[in-house]
């Protein structure tokens, strides 16, 4: 009997209940739609149930981030993550320096209200959220 299983489907969509632990990587700035799937990830969660986010080390503010990792992260999210969002519905355009503030705004927008920094490094945040 296995513990884990793979399965593909979009952000929004894929079939799930029940789950202890959901695990996203350097994936909800690409999202077009992160708040709607934050929303799924809601249904897909036990109660006592965990979401890892791990996303780029960004602050809330411009200026926050103008270091040579921001500046890297800047040119990656305009050449990479905003044409990304920007290709599939709802377009949010996060890009990779959204900030802690913005995640979270997103995260709590798809109904998931417990979100804590966990970690950080100079390069990804890991945040916590629960229901």
Not at 28 to 34: S, V
Not at 106 to 130: C, Q, S, Y
């Amino acid at each position: 009997m296995t513990n884990a299983s793979f399965e593909v489907g979009t952000a929004k969509e894929y079939p799930a209940t029940d789950l202890d632990l959901v695990t996203f990587f350097d994936c909800l700035l690409d999202m077009g739609d992160p708040a709607g799937a934050a929303a799924h990830v809601k249904q897909m969660l036990k109660p006592d149930g965990t979401w890892m986010i791990v996303e780029p080390m960004a602050g809330d503010k411009m200026e926050d981030n103008m270091n040579p990792v921001g500046r890297i992260f800047y040119a990656a999210s305009t050449l990479v993550c905003i044409p990304t969002s920007l290709s599939q519905e709802v377009g949010t355009a996060l890009g990779a320096q959204a900030g802690e503030a913005r995640l979270r705004d997103v995260i709590t927008a798809g109904g998931v209200r417990n979100v804590r920094r966990a970690t950080a490094t100079p390069f990804n945040m890991v945040l916590e959220a629960r229901l």
